[in-house]
């Protein structure tokens, strides 16, 4: 199976400024077939489900703001939040879903404010 | 829009089964590959089950394969998760969630099932 690493584990980001999280995957993601990078990125929030941010590592879900973007291919991907916003206060996950299941989540980190 | 509403949780003892059942609306159900995901409580997520659109492909995370066992009935816009054989280690908030382009876009609010002694 894959396994997914993020750093850091947790984060404290002052409001305003750039939150940046990490994913690695311990092989790569990338769908040479179609140029994709099998990979998701969700914020969850305290006694919420997990909501989708980002797909195909860089495309931003309908209705998240673009403060939010995601980057990185092969095994190594990046979550961006440019000028952090209260409501950003939650555990991200980055998420594999290459290939056949099972579909593998990070560890999360959490994020919180300065 | 699109709804998924999860029930069926509960505490039972370790060896019990119990079945969770999701209701879908607001989206055309049978088009879509659905997932099952749990999170142990204080704990981050893990992708346990999915299957295809017809039903005709399911697979499991290892340590539920052969115990927890997927289906759907596209007619009653429903999903389900057969649990036999639960361990205490199965002690989460199960959510169901639909899968588009694999990501899982929509979840439901979960369900708690407990596995205690």
């Known amino acids: 199976d894959i396994v997914m690493t993020q750093s850091p584990d947790s984060l404290a980001v002052s409001l305003g400024e750039r939150a940046t999280i990490n994913c690695k995957s311990s092989q790569s993601i990338l769908y040479r077939s179609n140029s994709q990078n099998y990979l998701a990125w969700y914020q969850q929030k305290p006694g919420q489900p997990p909501k989708l941010l980002i797909y195909w590592a860089s495309a931003r879900e309908s209705g998240v703001p673009d403060r939010f973007s995601g980057s990185g291919s092969g095994t190594d991907f990046t979550l961006t939040i440019r000028s952090l916003q209260a409501e950003d206060v939650a555990v991200y996950y980055c998420q594999q879903y290459y290939s056949t299941p099972p579909y593998t989540f990070g560890q999360g980190t959490k994020l919180e404010l300065k | 829009e699109v709804q998924l509403v999860e029930s069926g949780g509960g505490l039972v003892q370790p060896g019990e089964s119990l079945r969770l059942s999701c209701a879908a609306s607001?989206?055309?159900?049978?088009?879509?590959?659905m997932s099952w995901v749990r999170q142990a409580p204080g704990k981050g997520l893990e992708w346990v089950a999915n299957i295809k659109e017809d039903g005709s492909e399911k697979y499991y995370v290892d340590s539920v394969k052969g115990r927890f066992t997927i289906s759907r009935d596209n007619a009653k816009n429903s999903l389900y998760l057969q649990m036999d054989s639960l361990r205490v280690e199965d002690t989460a908030v199960y959510y169901c969630?639909?899968?588009?382009?694999?990501?899982?876009?929509?979840w439901g609010q979960g369900s708690l099932v407990t596995v205690s002694s």
């Open positions: 607001g989206f055309i159900f049978r088009n879509y590959w």
């Open positions: 969630a639909t899968e588009a382009a694999r990501a899982l876009r929509s």
